[in-house]
């Protein structure tokens, strides 16, 4: 079979930069076009240069006429393969023109290597075709969509054309950034440790911001949410990858890595994690049931207990399930024994413990070691609020320090960038001040607030537990039921709810006192919770 040829065409503006990567890169798309079409491409049959695409040269542009020309003498050519409309022509007018005549008088077909859709003779083929002759004809845009191409390419290469991470820096060759002396020795000294479980995130952060590098001025400091992100950067184990318009990743970057994936990876557990418990999402099961696992069935406890399955091994746990009416679409909740099967509607059991809760009497005794303990917790809080106000004090005066010096080089600057250059630092500086002072005012405020807050609300929590208990986050339940009920609660046949034992805090209204040793192991838990 014979075949068929293409000729094409590649061209860049004459005030393009990077003249040649751009040439580079739209030769790679026209020749997978010609392989996706089986056609050869003859040597002489390509085009290239930086003729002015412009309204109104395209008439008469050289290059045009020549392919033209080349067209009528070589009749098995088909196609002419441009990367991308603009490549062709910036005018609706004359791009239709020439499209019409290259078609009408050598049967050769304008081919758009960019995006296949371009390509057909239907109506939405044709109007993506007017569409994207209409943005170049009107807009400047050219420059910025070839960027981000070429950007993408470098990606692919291993290459990272943009500007270095922290702790890398320019080489002579373009986009494969090295290990920057002092910060890439620190930046890795920490990644590892961090990774290792030698530091925690925290600490991590703190060595940066405390370390010379960010002292003397030669980079900001950090606060949590940027240095998250740095410490998760994939480019750290070799990863060279873009997320903007146009994604693109690449594992084997040129760069030199600092760590390897393997310890990347966690890293991002530790810092994901992390995340997790400060948000909280339960990590306690089924919130809609949070009586499982700590209410259980007197009868079949018992049993269990007289053949030897005591403590987590007892089976005579409640365990919450749902269930649908099928006619009504309603859904029931209930708890259902695991050794019997006896179930007992969610709500019920629920107002049950309420109610249970509510013949509780909060001792006097148990109320003291409350308020003491509570006041214990507090002044560590305090302790450690008042340390971290002389450490942002600190780092705003050092901020302040870096940023008089600046002022100082600025009155003795001719260099208009350079002056500039200096403006931009002062003011990104004294927002920085304004930030830590604005932090330093929030904590104060909030340590005047919260004390007796702080204290009134749990005493009153403690108080009305019965009403309270439901609300409190399922994690505390645990903690709750482990300090207050630490047997769990038994239902009996009647469906009564009671426990076996209870902490200190807390009387039935007939209970005596409990002894100094429970009150000790108790101040224990407190101060932990
Ligand atoms: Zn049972």
């Not at 050869?40 to 240069?49: H, L, M, R, Y």
């Not at 008088?105 to 859709?117: H, I, M, N, P, Q």
Request: glycine share 6%.
């Amino acid at each position: 079979m014979k075949k068929y040829w293409a000729i094409t065409n590649c061209r860049v503006s004459s005030d393009e930069q990077l003249k040649n990567n751009s040439l580079n890169r739209q030769r790679e798309s026209v020749l997978k076009a010609a392989q996706r079409l089986g056609v050869i491409i003859p040597k002489d049959g390509q085009w290239s240069g930086s003729a002015s695409s412009k309204k109104g040269n395209n008439f008469k542009r050289k290059d045009i006429l020549e392919m033209l020309d080349y067209c009528k003498k070589h009749r098995q050519v088909k196609y002419l393969i441009i990367d991308e409309p603009d490549r062709f022509m910036r005018s609706i007018k004359e791009a239709f023109y020439w499209e019409t005549k290259f078609e009408q008088e050598v049967g050769v077909k304008v081919y758009y290597a960019c995006d296949d859709s371009l390509n057909g003779d239907d109506l939405a083929a044709k109007m993506m075709r007017f569409t994207k002759y209409f943005a170049a004809e009107g807009s400047n845009e050219e420059r910025q969509r070839k960027s981000i191409s070429g950007d993408a390419k470098a990606i692919t290469e291993g290459r990272y054309p943009f500007r270095p991470k922290l702790g890398y820096c320019k080489s002579l060759k373009p986009g494969i950034h090295v290990v920057a002396p002092e910060i890439g020795d620190l930046m890795k000294s920490i990644l590892l440790r961090l990774s290792a479980g030698l530091l925690s995130l925290p600490e991590s952060l703190a060595e940066y911001n405390n370390s010379n590098y960010v002292r003397n001025g030669k980079h900001c400091g950090y606060k949590m949410d940027k240095w998250r992100k740095i410490v998760t950067d994939p480019y750290y184990a070799g990863v060279v990858e873009m997320n903007r318009q146009v994604k693109a990743r690449n594992e084997h970057g040129l760069h030199v890595p600092l760590i390897s994936l393997e310890e990347h990876l966690r890293i991002v557990e530790i810092v994901t994690k992390r995340r997790k418990n400060q948000n909280g999402p339960r990590k306690n099961g089924n919130p809609d049931f949070p009586l499982n696992t700590i209410t259980l069935c007197k009868d079949c406890y018992e049993m269990e207990q007289k053949s030897g399955r005591v403590g987590r091994r007892n089976r005579g746990k409640f365990v919450g399930f749902k269930h649908g009416n099928g006619r009504t679409n309603k859904v029931y909740k209930r708890y259902r024994c695991r050794i019997c099967g006896r179930s007992i509607l969610r709500d019920e059991l629920h107002k049950e413990v309420q109610e249970f809760l509510a013949m509780l009497d909060f001792s006097s005794s148990g109320r003291r070691l409350l308020e003491d303990a509570l006041n214990r917790v507090w002044k560590a809080e305090e302790e450690s609020e008042a340390s971290k106000i002389i450490k942002l004090r600190n780092e705003a005066t050092n901020i302040r320090r870096i940023n008089n010096e600046l002022i100082d080089k600025l009155a003795t600057t001719n260099n208009a960038t350079v002056y500039r250059q200096i403006e931009e630092r002062i003011e990104e500086r004294t927002k920085q001040i304004e930030e830590l002072e604005d932090e330093i005012c929030e904590i104060e405020e909030r340590q005047n607030n919260n004390k007796q807050n702080f204290i009134d609300f749990a005493l009153n929590f403690a108080d009305n537990l019965g009403v309270h208990f439901f609300e409190i986050d399922l994690s505390l339940i645990k903690e709750f039921k482990l300090l207050l009920f630490p047997e769990g609660f038994f239902v009996n046949s009647n469906n009564k709810v009671y426990t076996t034992k209870i902490s200190p805090f807390y009387r039935l209204r007939e209970i005596k006192k409990s002894s100094e040793d429970d009150k000790l192991d108790l101040m224990v838990r407190v101060k932990r919770l």
